[in-house]
């Protein structure tokens, strides 16, 4: 009936490395055929088009890589998503972002102790970035902290579109029978279920949350098409 259990999981793979690679072969093939077409009509601009063409295609080869945003705090989640992300998402032309969103204290204004506020967030999570340049360091690391009063999941969605993110990987935690009963009653309710569940719902970008099954079980990916999906380390 069903296909088998490898078929899913070679296609998941090739979605979280390829990103929209098929939707970018679809239109390198339209965009080759249309130049196929423009040079039998036009000999005299094939030169020089195929000039203007090779240098855009130099900047689109140096440019190619995606942005892969990792959603960052101080929890045990984290580093295991951004694992995951580095082992099984992440390519060497690619670049990470890491996002560390905090909330606005109530009653605090934008001043000298929000950039006190972001400069202690920064160390925070700076070991991260150790982290992915140890592991991968052949790719550009950069950390951006934002600090806001609106919801967390908002501001992730809103942030991961402004810096154009390809790819956006949060941490998961274990709920317990008593939250899988609140969240879905939440759901019901059309309040959605917290944060990791707005990203993947909202985003426009592929969205996965990644939760660790054990110390040696592999990784439980959640998207918007596959739920807690089991892919071994």
Same mark, same amino acid.
């Not at 088009?49 to 705090?73: F, H, T, W």
């Not at 569940?197 to 592999?218: F, L, P, Q, T």
């Given at each position: 009936?069903?296909?088998?259990?490898?078929?899913?999981?070679?296609?998941?793979?090739?979605?979280?490395?390829?990103?929209?690679?098929?939707?970018?072969?679809?239109?390198?093939?339209s965009a080759s055929g249309s130049k196929k077409?423009d040079s039998k009509h036009s000999k005299n601009?094939?030169?020089?088009?195929?000039? @203007?063409?090779?240098? &855009? $295609?130099?900047?689109?080869?140096?440019?190619?890589? +995606?942005?892969?945003?990792?959603? =960052?705090?101080?929890?045990?989640?984290?580093?295991?998503?951004?694992?995951?992300?580095?082992?099984?998402?992440?390519?060497?032309?690619?670049?990470?972002?890491?996002?560390?969103?905090?909330?606005?204290?109530?009653?605090?204004?934008?001043?000298?102790?929000?950039?006190?506020?972001?400069?202690?967030?920064?160390?925070?999570?700076?070991?991260?970035?150790?982290?992915?340049?140890?592991?991968?360091?052949?790719?550009?690391?950069?950390?951006?902290?934002?600090?806001?009063?609106?919801?967390k999941g908002k501001t992730i969605v809103e942030?991961? @579109?402004?810096?154009? &993110? $390809?790819?956006?990987?949060?941490?998961?935690?274990? +709920?317990?029978?008593?939250?899988? =009963?609140?969240?879905?009653?939440?759901?019901?309710?059309?309040?959605?279920?917290?944060?990791?569940?707005?990203?993947?719902?909202?985003?426009?970008?592929?969205?996965?949350?990644?939760?660790?099954?054990?110390?040696?079980?592999?990784?439980?990916?959640?998207?918007?098409?596959?739920?807690?999906?089991?892919?071994?380390?």
């Amino acid at each position: 009936m069903g296909k088998p259990a490898g078929y899913w999981v070679n296609k998941i793979r090739t979605s979280f490395k390829g990103g929209s690679s098929s939707s970018k072969s679809l239109d390198e093939g339209s965009a080759s055929g249309s130049k196929k077409n423009d040079s039998k009509h036009s000999k005299n601009q094939k030169t020089e088009e195929g000039n @203007k063409n090779g240098e &855009a $295609g130099g900047a689109a080869q140096a440019e190619s890589g +995606r942005k892969v945003m990792v959603v =960052v705090d101080t929890t045990s989640q984290t580093k295991n998503a951004l694992q995951w992300a580095l082992t099984h998402c992440v390519q060497d032309e690619d670049n990470v972002t890491l996002l560390h969103v905090t909330k606005t204290p109530i009653g605090q204004a934008i001043d000298k102790t929000q950039r006190e506020r972001t400069s202690r967030a920064h160390e925070q999570v700076h070991p991260l970035k150790n982290f992915c340049q140890l592991k991968k360091p052949n790719v550009k690391t950069e950390i951006v902290v934002v600090e806001t009063a609106e919801e967390k999941g908002k501001t992730i969605v809103e942030e991961s @579109k402004k810096q154009g &993110a $390809g790819v956006l990987v949060l941490g998961q935690r274990k +709920r317990t029978s008593k939250w899988k =009963v609140i969240w879905k009653w939440r759901a019901k309710g059309g309040m959605g279920g917290g944060v990791v569940e707005y990203c993947i719902h909202n985003s426009d970008c592929m969205a996965i949350a990644v939760r660790k099954k054990s110390n040696n079980g592999g990784y439980l990916i959640t998207t918007k098409r596959h739920k807690d999906f089991w892919l071994l380390a």
